[in-house]
């Protein structure tokens, strides 16, 4: 008998240790399912800048496939940035991505006060341990564009209507104008600035004023101010460049080539370098090379048929152009490393 209750005893606390084990993984596995969390944190609601929108499409096909929840917060101004980055590291997301210069000081404040965790910005630098920055080499479509513009004008007179007059628009202005020159040593170069992000009726005005001078490739880089340089253009019959996304769609008689950033692109890769563990802080950048950026009807196709003003000859002298620096033996320059 007394073997008999040893035995049960025995049999008791196998049981018992089997259903702790059970239970322990049961609780490992929440607590795994728990951590695929990423939190997308915009500087301003979606809506405003294709640049935003896009972003969060390529978020959100990342998430999906990678098999993370994804959650994405929109700021409704510059203000609530900080506060939407402490949210998110509250709610306990393990990667906390945000966007722009808007976000830099926002981001270097709370991710100074959470070295623990797991941050990522585009579109800009963050230079803190636990932060990954990742940039684009705007430079090398802007220069494509410049040579196209340079390539294309008729009157020897292109322009640029910028957003502002910072360190970072160089990446445009003067890659712009470089491959302007490389194409079209005799054209003219106007470039204004607007001085904000979000001034269509600024830009109208600035890119009739470049129409005046003979200008008859103006090209926009002022973000929403895009839009008032596509109006202009309209009404007097220059033509024009979008940015960041297909634009040419919005107006194919006069918005002829669209330089393109694909915040898309880097969102997935950024979530998919995260799935996978080679998520690393630091800096990286994507260019031609990695299809990071490019330009409509030479890196990728357009629903919107090639424009006259351009024509196909164009587009073969600037694809060779882009085979040139995506192979090495062209350099467009970093302005912001000059």
Known sequence: MKKLFMFIALFTFLLAGCGANESSNSAGDQKEEKAKKIALVLPEKIGVNPFFQQMDDGAKEA??????????IESTDHSAIEENLRVAVAEGYDLIITSSFESEDALKKVAGENPDQQFAIIDT??????????NFREH???????????????????GMVAAMDIPLLKKWTVAFEEGLKATNPDAEYIVNFVGSFDDPAKAKELALLQASKGADFIAGA??????????AAEEKGFYTAGQDI???????????LSQLKGTDAVAYETIKAFSEGTYEPGVVAY?????GVGLTYVTHESETPLSDFVGQEVIDQVTAIKEDIISGKLEVKNPLEN
Do not use: M, Q, W
């Not at 494509?144 to 020897?156: E, V, W």
């Open 125 to 134: 630098t963050v230079d803190l341990p636990n932060v990954r920055s990742v």
């Open 222 to 231: 002022a973000a929403v101010g895009d839009l008032g340089v596509f109006e």
């Open 287 to 291: 260019g031609l090379k990695e299809e």
């Open 140 to 158: 090398e479509a802007a220069y494509l564009l410049g040579a196209a513009a340079g390539l294309s004008t008729k009157t020897n007179t292109v």
């Open 246 to 256: 297909d634009r040419t769609e919005l107006d194919p008689e006069h918005i002829v």
């Open 63 to 72: 998430a999906e496939e990678f098999g993370f929840e994804l959650k994405t």
